[in-house]
């Protein structure tokens, strides 16, 4: 079975860092797209990064462009956010999703997600 399993959240004062890590396995990890979403209290599930299989290609939401860096390490099955310049509005439970296809939309397999917590 698909596994998702997403660590690395936390509670950080604005203009910190995290970096999320995503395990996955139960796929053919590396030849599969990977991305990122999150979900703030009261708002829709927003799509925040995605990388091809080979890291060729990245994609970004507006929000995070020039904050946010996704990669991958096909070798450990694993998919990574790295988070600089935090603002209180990244708070939200944030989940990495595969993909068959880098320009599709998402899978139906979900890990629980981390909680990232912006505050001062």
């Known amino acids: 079975q698909v596994q998702l399993v997403e660590s690395g959240g936390g509670l950080v004062q604005p203009g910190g860092s995290l970096r999320l890590s995503c395990a996955a396995s139960?796929?053919?990890?590396?030849?599969?797209?990977m991305s990122w979403y999150r979900q703030a209290p009261g708002k829709e599930r927003e799509l925040v990064a995605v990388?091809?299989?080979?890291?060729?290609?990245?994609y970004y939401a507006d929000s995070v462009k020039g904050r946010f860096t996704i990669s991958r390490d096909n070798a450990k099955n694993t998919v990574y956010l790295q988070m600089n310049s935090l603002k209180s509005e990244d708070t939200a439970v944030y989940y990495c999703?595969?993909?068959?296809?880098?320009?599709?939309?998402?899978?139906?397999?979900w890990g629980q997600g981390t909680q990232v917590t912006v505050s001062s």
């Open positions: 990388i091809s299989n080979g890291s060729v290609s990245r």
């Open positions: 999703n595969p993909k068959r296809n880098y320009k599709g939309g998402p899978s139906d397999y």
């Open positions: 139960g796929f053919p990890f590396s030849t599969w797209a």
